[in-house]
């Protein structure tokens, strides 16, 4: 989470207007710690990670809500691509944001795999409302054996 702070911050305020970063980022030598970020956050209390991503959200969320407002998802960024040397814009940043978002994610659900053995289908059914018969679905789930849809918002795990 606390890497996900820095990348909101970072595309959404830094690279997009230009900004220095904030706390807890200003400051950090990152040529010499470029992992700062997860680095640190052994260091940090539990909730302070969740705090910095729930300000950094929130930050961004405005930044966008003006942004977009006023000019929308062409937007240029102020810093360049050090590739191309060319302003990114929203848009790209915005698809770039949901990337991010998409690979910590998934490595999340490997780590909760790993503590839980619930593969992400059954969390996505059971979220979704589904009875569900979890030593079942862990026998299934073991076997590589589909589960059947058995109606509306129920899973036949038989």
């Given amino acids: 989470m606390k890497h996900m702070a820095l990348v909101e911050e970072h595309w959404l305020s830094a690279v997009l207007l230009g900004d220095e970063l904030g706390a807890p980022w200003a400051g950090i030598d990152w040529e010499a710690d470029p992992d700062w970020e997860f680095r640190t956050a052994a260091d940090d209390s539990p909730p302070e ?68 053995a619930l593969k992400a289908v059954v969390l996505i059914i059971i979220r979704a409302g589904a009875r569900v018969d979890h030593h079942r679905a862990h026998q299934r789930l073991a076997h590589d054996q589909p589960l059947r849809p058995a109606g509306p918002r129920l899973v036949n795990l038989m």
């Fill in 49 to 116: 990670p969740g705090r910095l991503f729930d300000e950094a959200v929130a930050a961004s969320d405005a930044m966008l809500d003006r942004v977009i407002s006023a000019s929308g998802l062409e937007t240029r960024s102020v810093k360049r691509s050090r590739t191309r040397g060319e302003p990114f814009s929203l848009r790209w940043i915005l698809l770039h944001m949901i990337e991010e978002y998409a690979r910590h994610n998934g490595h999340a659900d490997l780590i909760r795999e790993s503590i839980d």
